[in-house]
């Protein structure tokens, strides 16, 4: 099954994270710290959009991208 074009994609560089938790800060909802310290998605993007969108302009590793829809 290929994914929804209709839906916000969101991608963590795992090599760029380094866990400082500012995108939980921004989108709780969204995202966690894995056991390795990185970032990952735990929840739906598109409930949150301008929430996540915050979380990856704050990221300070730049760690965090949006493809948006369309």
Known sequence: MS???QRLR???DAQRC???GNCG???AE???LG???????VGDPD?????????????PT???SLVSPG
């Open 25 to 27: 800060y921004w989108a």
């Open 18 to 20: 380094m866990g400082s």
């Open 35 to 41: 056991e390795d310290q990185v970032a990952v998605v």
């Open 62 to 64: 730049h760690a965090i």
């Open 47 to 59: 409930e949150h959009r301008d929430r996540v969108r915050l979380a990856a302009e704050h990221c």
């Open 3 to 5: 994914p929804d074009p």
């Open 30 to 32: 969204v995202f966690d």
């Open 10 to 12: 969101v991608e963590v």
